[in-house]
């Protein structure tokens, strides 16, 4: 077996960590090293504030809202991105002291070559599990529709053919042709939009936000959510 294809199933009878968003992909992950792993937390990187996760610009509380309906520990920190990779190898450190064995993430167009997350896992002695590499984007979103999880879209580029209408929108098959037929990767690999997950089988019980007003920033319009 080749390193990369491990990739794939690392997880598979080992105890992991997940890093961790909020949105569909590291949830769909997460979901599915855990039916083949134990998983033992999730890493959630803060921005140099501590106020908002660096990924998907959520509120800490609502993150360890998912956490504790989930039901794993949060190993996070805040950093700016010139300590961004120093602190998270931290987190990893701490998490293989704890038993961690693999880093699981939900990414699925990872090149082989100069991947960052395969880099930091070296060097924190771990080994690194992405369940979605290289999948279909089409069939890993009917995938987590499939399941039951009921997400989000938290995050629009506006310039990336989305617009603030679509803020607030829960991925359903319907949403997802809508999406495709306006020329949007479906699992907004093209950094078109984010999620944030509120329910499915992982969650012991749903997540209740309330929908703040949106903020712009140039290209990007958010909707802040907190909990309700």
């Not at 279909?136 to 979103?141: D, I, L, S, T």
Request: aromatic share 8%.
């Amino acid at each position: 077996m080749t390193e990369t294809t491990g990739w794939k199933n690392n997880a598979q009878d080992h105890r992991f960590i997940a890093s961790f968003s909020g949105g569909k992909d590291s949830v769909l992950a997460l979901y599915k090293a855990s039916q083949v792993g134990q998983a033992i937390g999730l890493i959630v990187m803060l921005e140099e504030e501590g106020q908002r996760s660096r990924s998907h610009g959520m509120p800490p509380e609502l993150i360890q809202a998912q956490a504790d309906s989930i039901g794993l520990p949060v190993y996070t920190a805040a950093a700016s991105w010139a300590e961004y990779e120093h602190v998270f190898i931290g987190l990893l450190e701490n998490a293989k002291n704890q038993g961690a064995e693999v880093l699981v993430t939900g990414d699925l167009d990872m090149p082989e070559h100069g991947c960052w997350h395969d880099q930091v896992t070296k060097k924190a002695g771990l080994k690194l599990g992405m369940p979605l590499w290289e999948m279909n984007h089409r069939q890993a979103v009917d995938e987590f529709i499939n399941l039951g999880f009921i997400t989000m879209i938290v995050t629009v580029n506006l310039s990336l053919g989305m617009t603030e209408e679509d803020l607030g929108r829960t991925l359903t098959y319907e949403y997802v042709q809508e999406l495709e037929a306006r020329g949007i990767d479906p699992c907004g690999e093209g950094g078109e939009f984010h999620t944030n997950v509120i329910d499915g089988p992982l969650f012991k019980q749903p997540i209740h936000v309330r929908k703040c007003s949106i903020v712009r920033d140039g290209d990007y319009a958010f909707l802040p959510l907190e909990l309700a």
